[in-house]
């Protein structure tokens, strides 16, 4: 008998795991879904919209151009010396653009968001939870998701896209000054070949990535804070384990949906 | 016939974990009243109330509301519910992205169509009821707690609700302020007619404003009652916590405590029934402090009180003593003393009372007339100390006037 019991712990607490992953999942997913509607909902949030925009665009844009300019710069470094292997580095400028455009750029945007911004929102979200801010919200019937989510989302989409813009003209720019300024590339050959190698459908690709990078960050983030007080933990290690649980959980997810778009995409 | 309650919780059951923090509540809550809910730390008082608000739904047990299963409601009926309550937050819970002024204003401009002067003539409106100057563009994390708490009371009260739920709304405020805050919400009850349930631990202070006590203790309610009956409860678990939280005077005016003055009431009845020796009671009432505190505001208003409660004890002898009969009423028992030497030491106190004495409190530049009124009465052999408060209160007369 306790043979049994002991084969069959494991396969039920497997079970256990993966039941309750897949609630998980579809409480994010209909977290996102609510948000995302209340969006649309009359009357619109303008001003709290206005204030997300600045706070996750605004203020990202330095540190995208930081990363994006440094990103470029070594793909033209790593570029260069690849190219110069087979004797045909006056390629270097679509080997610059075309990985920053369609892989790169919406990454290291989606995941520079999430160091600035996403483990911001989780902690917020989370303090408001636990102060019983979101409660109060509710004695209002003041709906919390409209209140504190949608915003986020909206501004998120309208901001991926902007800054993943950014970063890639910040990257050419700088695989510019590595391949053009340092190590000699014609600067007008540089500029052509990024120009001809990319197609409007890489571009798009990369504007996909973005817009889905921006729902995945921002629901990951404010779900993992906005549950805060559903944790073993309580008080102040709660919210530090949302912030960690946001952070990890949102670059993981990335790079995974990452992959499966491009798969598709391609 | 009983009448209906606006709210009845039928058995209420909420476990966390292993713990039954409600085992079986049964609580009625009827209109236009204030319900004190009593009771030691840690026993679920909050909990209750976030339960009546929907916070909370009980494990087992029925929420009722005018005799309706909350329950079964349809969507929009709850929503039309809950847009009738308020909750203060023993915390605050104020939002800390907001300022003060839009903390106040949030309920306003998320649940109603009103302008924006209209919005900002309220919030005002209730931050001067409540002693907040200046402090709009102030973040609630640069306030004090007491001034925290008062921010969140106006937050409560600005929508002028059906039903408004205080999980302690006076802890951690100093005594002016408490009864200021006490005096309001009976004020506004008063005048608004809402139904109010207070989670409180300023015994005797919570039984001068509520109409309704409740006490729970180990998940559930032990007395239900008038704030006389559970002074008279003979239940010891009730009478225990009652006797321990009150302390030998009150708070605000530093004059001796209800409970104490009772006894010495009767401790003076019954020296008169043994040795004959006769006293009087002078009941002195300020009449129109609910006039002050509309246009002085409630923090003036109850120093005038505390003042003038000042005042009547430096001009006492020391076997004379003076409590606090009510929100706005102080007993004066003067043994060996007959009707007409109590007159005496009516207009002594009178004489002697200097209007700055009482003002000086910041902030009344309003004109505004203050009066006093005193019913004598003086205890015979036969009277009952029932028929002798009576004829303490049937026989006031103004005894002192001043207006500024």
Redesign the interface.
């Known amino acids: 008998m306790d043979f049994l019991v002991s084969l069959k712990s494991p396969v039920s607490g497997l079970g256990r795991q993966v039941i309750s992953f897949i609630g998980d999942l579809g409480r994010i997913f209909l977290f996102f879904f609510e948000g995302f509607v209340h969006i649309f909902k009359l009357p619109l949030q303008i001003s709290k919209f206005k204030q997300q925009i600045y706070f996750i665009g605004m203020k990202s844009v330095f540190v995208i151009c930081l990363t994006g300019a440094f990103t470029g710069m070594v793909l033209g470094l790593q570029g260069y010396y690849a190219l110069l292997r087979v004797g045909s580095t006056g390629a270097l400028g679509g080997a610059v653009a075309l990985p920053l455009i369609r892989e790169m750029g919406p990454v290291l945007t989606a995941i520079m968001v999430i160091a600035r911004g996403g483990s911001a929102m989780a902690a917020e979200i989370g303090i408001m939870r636990i102060s019983e801010q979101i409660d109060a919200l509710e004695t209002m019937d003041i709906n919390p998701i409209r209140f504190l989510i949608s915003p986020r989302i909206a501004a998120a989409l309208v901001c991926f896209p902007l800054l993943t813009a950014l970063f890639d003209v910040v990257g050419i720019f700088g695989g510019y000054l590595t391949g053009s300024v340092m190590l000699g590339v014609n600067p007008s050959l540089y500029f052509s070949r990024v120009e001809s190698s990319i197609h409007m459908s890489d571009v798009t690709e990369g504007f996909i990535k973005s817009i889905v990078f921006a729902a995945v960050v921002v629901t990951i983030c404010c779900f993992q804070g906005y549950y805060t007080h559903m944790r073993a933990e309580f008080g102040a290690k709660g919210v530090s384990l949302s912030t960690t649980r946001a952070v990890v959980i949102s670059c993981v997810v990335i790079l995974i949906v990452d992959y499966v778009l491009t798969s598709i995409l391609l | 016939m009983i009448a209906q309650a606006m709210i009845e919780l039928k058995n209420a059951v909420k476990r966390f974990g292993a713990n039954a923090v409600l085992n079986g509540v049964n609580l009625r809550i009827y209109k236009g009243e204030i319900t004190s809910l009593i009771g030691k730390s840690g026993v679920g008082k909050s909990v209750l109330l976030?339960h009546i608000?929907g916070?909370f739904e009980p494990d087992s047990g029925e929420l009722l509301y005018q005799g309706k299963d909350v329950r079964a409601m349809k969507r929009d009926e709850k929503?039309a519910l809950?847009?009738k309550?308020?909750?203060m937050?023993q915390?605050s819970?104020?939002?800390?992205?907001l300022t003060v002024f839009e903390n106040i204003a949030?309920?306003l401009q998320?649940?109603t169509s009103l302008g924006e002067a209209e919005i900002h003539r309220r919030v005002h409106d209730k931050m001067h009821q409540l002693d907040l100057y200046k402090i709009d563009d102030n973040y609630p994390s640069q306030l004090s707690g007491g001034m925290k708490k008062r921010v969140a009371l106006a937050r409560a009260l600005v929508t002028d609700p059906e039903i408004v739920l205080f999980d302690e709304p006076t802890t951690g405020l100093d005594p002016v302020r408490k009864s200021a805050v006490l005096s309001m919400i009976s004020d506004y009850q008063k005048r608004f007619g809402f139904t109010g349930v207070i989670v409180s631990h300023e015994i005797p202070d919570i039984f001068f404003i509520s109409q309704r006590v409740a006490m729970i203790d180990s998940g559930r309610i032990v007395f239900e009652g008038t704030p006389e009956e559970i002074q008279k409860a003979a239940n010891p678990v009730v009478q225990n916590f009652i006797k321990g939280l009150e302390s030998p005077h009150d708070d605000l005016t530093g004059v001796a405590s209800q409970s104490l003055g009772h006894k010495r009431l009767q401790q003076e009845m019954s020296r008169l029934q043994r040795h004959q020796i006769s006293f009087s009671i002078i009941l002195l009432s300020v009449d129109n402090l609910e006039d002050v505190d509309r246009i002085a505001g409630h923090v003036a208003s109850q120093t005038v009180l505390k003042n003038f409660a000042n005042h009547v004890k430096q001009n006492l002898y020391i076997t004379d003593t003076c409590f606090r009969y009510d929100m706005n009423k102080i007993l004066v028992i003067l043994p060996d003393t007959n009707a007409d030497q109590a007159r005496m030491f009516c207009e002594k106190l009178s004489r002697n009372l200097e209007t700055s004495a009482l003002f000086e409190a910041p902030g009344t530049q309003a004109e505004l007339c203050y009066s006093v009124s005193a019913g004598i009465a003086q205890a015979e052999k036969d009277s009952r100390l029932e028929s002798l408060l009576e004829d303490a209160k049937s026989r006031q007369n103004i005894f002192y006037e001043c207006s500024i």
């Open positions: 976030k608000i916070l929503r809950k847009r309550f308020s909750y937050f915390e819970a104020l939002f800390d992205f949030l309920p998320e649940r």
